[in-house]
């Protein structure tokens, strides 16, 4: 009788799946955080518009000293200031301290104080949770990684130019003369911020996610079109202004061709052609 012999082979219970699963978790592991790092990376990218963005504002009001003297003659910006605005022309403020300010105030963790004193503090304050990979090393090595420059350029209104480099009117006076009126405006008023942060330059983290990753710069730049054309204070408005109408600086009717009717209406003899007066409203006007 021939026997024949089963040899027994060993129960694989799960095995393969087992094997798949720890796979996947290795890799699902890896993308969830590539993922992550890509929204911090997109957060990274959303102050440095921010940081843009307030530089470009912080230079309507503060002005460099680089910029200070450098307006073309065509332009004449800082004769401008100098005879409407004077007062404008004091408060500076460097890229350097704008560049301390927007680490201090907009790269730091929520809920850190805005202080006086940011302009001059050259540390790095506490990152934000974003601003840190998934082992806690900040993401921003070294103040110097945040690069603050801004600028200073002609209005991209090239028509202003028959308005503000000489007259665009003029009108006959009593005396046979002419008056020509102009209106002197600062064209020089297109603030640029651009805002230049490094990341990550050299993270050991973030090398095991992509081989080979040396750090990211995001940059972003934006201008703000911005001179209200105001005056500082009423009288230097109104030397502003009244140059351009011709009623309060040159005689339009002659006085001998009216005075002569004093005799039937005698309050033509109070008649001031041309006269402007500021700061003056009706009585009634000012009544509670």
Request: aromatic share 8%; glycine share 10%.
């Amino acid at each position: 009788m021939k026997r024949t012999c089963f040899q027994p082979t060993p129960q694989q219970y799960g095995q393969a799946m087992t094997e798949f699963l720890v796979a996947t978790a290795l890799v699902m592991g890896v993308l969830l955080l590539a993922v992550a790092t890509l929204g911090k990376f997109n957060d990274v990218r959303n102050k440095t518009l921010m940081g843009a963005r307030y530089i470009a504002w912080e230079r309507t009001v503060w002005r460099s000293e680089a910029t200070v003297n450098d307006s073309p003659a065509t332009s004449g910006d800082d004769d401008w200031y100098s005879q409407y605005g004077s007062g404008t022309q004091q408060p500076v403020k460097s890229d350097n301290e704008l560049q301390r300010e927007v680490i201090r105030r907009m790269l730091a963790q929520n809920g850190a104080p805005v202080a006086a004193g940011d302009r001059v503090n050259s540390s790095l304050p506490i990152a934000p949770a974003m601003w840190e990979d998934h082992g806690g090393h900040a993401f921003l090595g070294a103040a110097d990684d945040v690069v603050a420059s801004s600028g200073r350029d002609e209005s991209p209104a090239a028509n202003l130019a028959q308005y503000t480099s000489g007259s665009f009117g003029s009108m006959s006076t009593s005396g046979s003369g002419t008056f020509n009126a102009s209106l002197n405006l600062a064209t020089r008023n297109l603030q640029t911020g651009t805002l230049s942060v490094a990341i990550a330059k050299d993270n050991d983290a973030l090398k095991n996610i992509w081989p080979g990753f040396s750090g990211l710069t995001f940059s972003d730049t934006n201008a703000v079109l911005a001179n209200t054309w105001l005056a500082e204070g009423a009288s230097k408005g109104e030397q502003l202004f009244t140059a351009a109408t011709p009623a309060p600086k040159a005689s339009l009717v002659n006085p001998s061709l009216y005075t002569g009717l004093g005799k039937y209406a005698p309050e033509i003899g109070t008649l001031q052609f041309g006269r402007v007066e500021r700061d003056v409203v009706p009585a009634d006007r000012l009544s509670p």
